[in-house]
């Protein structure tokens, strides 16, 4: 038997390296986008990255089921169409090979108000966006042609990338903006191919500009020979950010990697965004409802308006095979009870694994079809689920399938919403994209829906007589639009590997421009094709009606003071307006010194209320201190204000400082304060700090606020030299202040 040396290497650390997950605080890394620019023009099959795509099943099961797709893929039923307006608002090139050798360039993108973020394998690129005077995009300019990932993750010495590790490599990016908190998350799983070992890797910005600072952290996965393929990640509505993958342990007896189950992550996002240390925690998914065997390839849906993520998974036909089912996931609290449920599946119309796609000149002379060697098919990978969006308390979703066009076996896209997120799902609408011309390829969807939830569903598309290009689907009240080209492919590619992935994500600027980066075929020019992006952006026709939003409250305003070491309890009220639906979480703020705050509940289910109580200290000093009592949901964040007031006293020692000859003596006014009202008297101290030789005079036996009188200190003859700070205390029921003061002998 001949063992493949890599999973010699990885059974031996399997028995060095503990599998449990390492610590879960992890501190971060700062670091810069570096503008590499234009690398130069590509060369044919010279890519210097590629992690291959790996199937639950391994490449001879996938290969054997898309073989079995031109038996069993179904015909897709016909279904009207409706005239949908739709607009192509713009449309530009991003990455290309041109900046970047990774292959495929699996698409990212996130839009703020001001910025546009593409990242692909490899690089990020940044756009600035500015708006004419009616508030209509006029320009987007380019800020960061294209930066590597690698420079920017090889900061931190836990990611395995390019810059600090010759096996490794940066891959699958997600890029996501958090519109309550005006910050952008970039996330890589970074991988070290010879020891077959990876982290998560995820970067978010010091504030809302992306080509200023990052933080940069590394969480380990475990066991140390795995590897996360494919991780999604988002960034939720309550502060944290969610990422799903697959789990492949390594490796067979001829070094393949083995898919063992999925795992989903969170991570405390608000820690990160201010460069604290961050916490990671895991769920291992559990087993997909159709085939019972471990589920894989979670989608957690993009813009969920509410606290927990839900994520979508699709059933993976194997050979002679088809699948049915689609699965939702919840995980609510993962700090927290930490509850993660799979909230059941809906079945939704019969498909396959997706063919391989035709492009010109795909099929030589001799070949046939694309399964034979000698094809230049465009791969499909597989049926997993790529995409999902929340909206209006319901999940879009679509992947990769295949159907089957006037006989012909092709690859479709089918996408579907999903309703009663928090129960049983609901099967809403479902739809497979098709013409009614056979031949026609479509894969890597991307969906995303506006405010009025209109829906565009995006994705690649090309055939015997097209392009690998970039076309969409509008979708309004359930029902398709007509097809849209948003960019033509204009060569055949001769890397056949595509995808694996594109991104589609809603404008905050508007609520109603929806922006989609996938990848298409490009010509260089001299002879010279390869993978180019396009980044697009649509609106559908109409304007978006008053967004579902909440008001927060809070009394009373200006309590009652307290003594130091009392609480003050608050009544919190949340409202609805417009509709709003959606739980909102509560923080405070502006707590004084040795004071803390505890919501009861934490989230508020609009409308609602809630009561925040704050305990204070004895080291709480006395003063009015505006307490800010912050709500957010659904990417909106609103606040109030109450007044803590605390009841105190202070003493003051005047002058600051006196100046003693030996021999004599001088004296200080030493007064009481009352503050918020304080009215019982304190007791007095010896005072501390005195030098050998210097004696105080007697001391008052207590003295009510406002009350003052003189704190005389004598010098002897043979008092010591030097200047001196003193300290006189004073204490009431347990609360103790203090003055400090100088004393200059001479």
């Known amino acids: 038997m001949v063992i493949n040396a890599r999973a010699l290497l990885a059974a031996v650390l399997l028995v060095l390296v503990p599998l449990a997950a390492r610590a879960t605080a992890e501190a971060p890394v700062l670091g810069r986008l570096v503008d590499s620019g234009q690398l130069g023009r590509p060369t044919r099959h010279a890519h210097a990255r590629l992690k291959p795509f790996l199937h639950r099943g391994g490449v001879g099961s996938l290969a054997r089921a898309k073989e079995g797709a031109a038996l069993f893929a179904p015909t897709p039923s016909a279904r009207s169409r409706a005239r949908v307006s739709s607009t192509v608002v713009a449309g530009f090139d991003g990455i290309d090979e041109v900046s970047t050798l990774a292959q495929p360039p699996d698409g990212a993108i996130a839009v703020s108000s001001s910025y546009i973020v593409e990242a692909v394998n490899s690089a990020v690129s940044v756009w600035t966006k500015t708006y004419d005077a009616t508030g209509q995009l006029s320009a987007v300019t380019r800020a960061i042609d294209a930066a590597s990932l690698d420079v920017l993750f090889g900061n931190n010495p836990g990611c395995y990338t390019g810059a600090n590790d010759f096996f490794g490599l940066v891959s699958d990016p997600s890029a996501d903006y958090d519109v309550a908190h005006d910050r952008f998350m970039l996330s890589v799983i970074s991988f070290d191919q010879l020891f077959f070992t990876s982290s998560v890797c995820i970067a978010v910005t010091e504030t809302g500009n992306p080509t200023g600072n990052w933080f940069i952290y590394a969480f380990p996965v475990s066991p140390f020979t795995s590897l996360l393929d494919f991780p999604r990640a988002v960034v939720g509505a309550d502060g944290q950010i969610y990422l799903a993958g697959n789990l492949f342990l390594c490796c067979d007896a001829l070094g393949e990697p083995i898919f063992d189950h999925a795992r989903v992550y969170a991570f405390t996002a608000?820690?990160?965004?201010?460069?604290?240390?961050?916490?990671?925690?895991?769920?291992?998914?559990?087993?997909?409802?159709?085939?019972?065997?471990?589920?894989?390839?979670?989608?957690?849906?993009?813009?969920?308006?509410?606290?927990?993520?839900?994520f979508v998974s699709a059933s993976s036909p194997v050979s002679s095979h088809t699948g049915s089912v689609v699965t939702l996931w919840r995980w609510a609290d993962p700090f927290g009870a930490n509850v993660f449920a799979r909230q059941g599946w809906v079945t939704v119309s019969t498909y396959t694994q997706p063919p391989n796609a035709l492009q010109p000149n795909a099929l030589p002379p001799g070949v046939t079809d694309c399964t034979q060697p000698g094809a230049i098919c465009v791969t499909t990978n597989d049926a997993r689920n790529l995409t999902a969006h929340w909206s209006g308390n319901t999940v879009w979703a679509a992947h990769n399938i295949g159907c089957t066009q006037a006989g012909t076996p092709v690859a479709c896209v089918q996408w579907y919403r999903l309703g009663s997120l928090d129960g049983a799902p609901a099967l809403l609408q479902q739809g497979i994209v098709d013409d009614g011309r056979p031949g026609q390829y479509r894969y890597f969807p991307s969906v995303a829906a506006d405010g009025n939830g209109n829906v565009v569903l995006a994705y690649a598309h090309s055939s015997a007589l097209d392009y690998a290009g970039i076309r969409y689907t509008p979708i309004v009240s359930g029902t398709p639009g007509l097809e849209v080209m948003l960019k033509a492919g204009e060569a055949t590619l001769e890397e056949s590997r595509y995808g694996d992935y594109a991104a589609t994500a809603l404008d905050p600027h508007d609520n109603l421009t929806i922006w989609h980066v996938e990848e298409y075929a490009k010509d260089f020019l001299d002879g010279v094709t390869g993978w180019g992006t396009w980044i697009s952006a649509v609106q559908i026709t109409g304007t978006p009606t008053p967004p579902g939003d909440f008001s927060m409250a809070a009394t009373p305003?200006?309590?009652?003071?307290?003594?130091?070491?009392?609480?003050?309890?608050?009544?919190?009220?949340?409202?609805?307006?417009?509709?709003?639906?959606?739980?909102?979480?509560?923080?405070?703020?502006?707590?004084?010194?040795?004071?803390?705050?505890?919501?009861?509940?934490?989230?508020?289910?609009?409308?609602?209320?809630?009561?925040?109580?704050?305990?204070?200290?004895?080291?709480?000093?006395?003063?009015?201190?505006?307490?800010?009592?912050?709500?957010?949901?659904?990417?909106?964040?609103?606040?109030?204000?109450?007044?803590?007031?605390?009841?105190?006293?202070?003493?003051?020692?005047?002058?600051?400082?006196?100046?003693?000859?030996?021999?004599?003596?001088?004296?200080y006014a030493v007064t009481v304060n009352a503050i918020n009202g304080y009215s019982r008297a304190v007791t007095f101290t010896s005072p501390t700090g005195l030098p050998r030789g210097v004696t105080f005079g007697p001391l008052p036996t207590s003295a009510p606020p406002g009350a003052s009188f003189a704190l005389t200190l004598s010098a002897s003859r043979n008092a010591r030299k030097g200047t001196y700070t003193l300290t006189l205390t004073a204490t009431d029921a347990g609360i103790t202040r203090s003055a400090s003061f100088q004393l200059r002998v001479r």
Do not use: C, K, W
């Open 270 to 310: 608000t820690d990160m965004y201010v460069g604290g240390n961050a916490t990671a925690r895991f769920v291992v998914v559990g087993n997909d409802p159709e085939s019972g065997t471990p589920a894989d390839s979670l989608t957690p849906a993009r813009a969920v308006g509410v606290a927990g993520m839900y």
């Open 557 to 667: 305003t200006f309590p009652a003071p307290v003594l130091p070491g009392g609480s003050q309890s608050y009544a919190v009220t949340v409202g609805a307006l417009n509709g709003f639906t959606g739980t909102v979480s509560l923080s405070v703020g502006g707590l004084p010194s040795g004071a803390s705050g505890s919501f009861s509940p934490s989230e508020v289910a609009a409308p609602g209320t809630s009561t925040l109580d704050v305990a204070t200290s004895a080291t709480t000093v006395g003063g009015n201190y505006t307490v800010t009592i912050r709500g957010t949901a659904n990417g909106l964040t609103h606040t109030t204000t109450v007044t803590l007031a605390v009841q105190d006293y202070s003493i003051t020692v005047s002058p600051s400082s006196r100046t003693v000859s030996r021999g004599g003596s001088t004296s």
